[in-house]
């Protein structure tokens, strides 16, 4: 089994930065790309970034200049550095990866659209 854990959030004013760890185990061979979601109260969930295999990163319009994605495919872990923050950035951020290939026993399998169960962010004023 494979499994993702999310770490960093926390209450911060507007203009403060936050950075978000998300942490994969198991026995773990390759994650393809990876991203982070936000889900606010009442909306729908929404892609805030993504970062494939070859370090190829983008961005959703609203967090574009403030926010950065970054991995560390040898620790198997997914990084958001979160800058001037705002009070619309608070959410429940998960951490998503798309495909996780990893060894169930001496069998190798893939586990598709892993979450992780999320870390709250709020942005108060």
């Known amino acids: 089994q494979v499994r993702l854990v999310e770490s960093g959030g926390d209450l911060v004013q507007p203009g403060g930065s936050l950075r978000l760890s998300c942490a994969a185990s198991?026995?773990?061979?390759?994650?393809?790309?990876m991203a982070w979601y936000r889900q606010a109260p009442g909306k729908q969930r929404e892609l805030v970034a993504q970062?494939?295999?070859?370090?190829?990163?983008n961005y959703t319009d609203s967090v574009k200049g403030r926010f950065t994605i970054s991995r560390d495919n040898a620790k198997r872990m997914v990084y958001l550095q979160m800058n001037s923050l705002k009070p619309e950035d608070t959410a429940r951020y998960y951490c998503?990866?798309?495909?996780?290939?990893?060894?169930?026993?001496?069998?190798?399998?893939?586990?598709?659209?892993?979450w992780g169960q999320g870390t709250q962010v709020t942005v108060f004023s």
């Open positions: 198991g026995t773990i061979v390759r994650i393809h790309t």
């Open positions: 970062i494939f295999s070859s370090g190829f990163s």
């Open positions: 998503n990866a798309d495909r996780i290939e990893y060894y169930r026993g001496n069998l190798p399998v893939s586990a598709y659209n892993s």
